[in-house]
Nanobody
Framework: VHVQESGGGSVQAGGSLRLSCVAS????????MGWHRRVPGKERELIAT????????YYRDSVKGRFTISKDVAENTVYLQMNSLKPEDSATYYC?????????WGQGTQVTVFS
């Protein structure tokens, strides 16, 4: 397993969650990393990326200002801090490289936001 996500759960709208992704050292140290999410019946979408240097981020408009991507190289972990969650954030969240070619996808972690 190259990536393993955790930290999902059910939360009321307005609440927060922090997702974690433990990845192989060579993946984190050599790739821009990203968080992706998928809702059943829809395409997986990229929502946040972090450059390998850790200095550059990208956020999809729908999460900008609410989500923060970061990493701890010593722990081989990428995080996604999600604040002010909305019901439309409900999805399965995946960690992977920011762009193709992707590593094998993990199982993801489910986030459910209820109003």
């Amino acid at each position: 397993v190259h990536v393993q996500e955790s930290g999902g759960g059910s939360v009321q709208a307005g609440g927060s969650l922090r997702l974690s992704c433990v990845a192989s050292e060579h993946i984190i140290n050599n790739n821009d990393m990203g968080w992706h999410r998928r809702v059943p019946g829809k395409e997986r979408e990229l929502i946040a990326t972090l450059s390998v240097s850790g200095r550059t981020t990208y956020y999809r408009d729908s999460v900008k200002g609410r989500f923060t991507i970061s990493k701890d190289v010593a722990e081989n972990t990428v995080y996604l801090q999600m604040n002010s969650l909305k019901p439309e954030d409900s999805a399965t969240y995946y960690c992977n490289t920011a762009r193709r070619p992707y590593e094998d996808w993990g199982q993801g972690t489910q986030v459910t936001v209820f109003s």
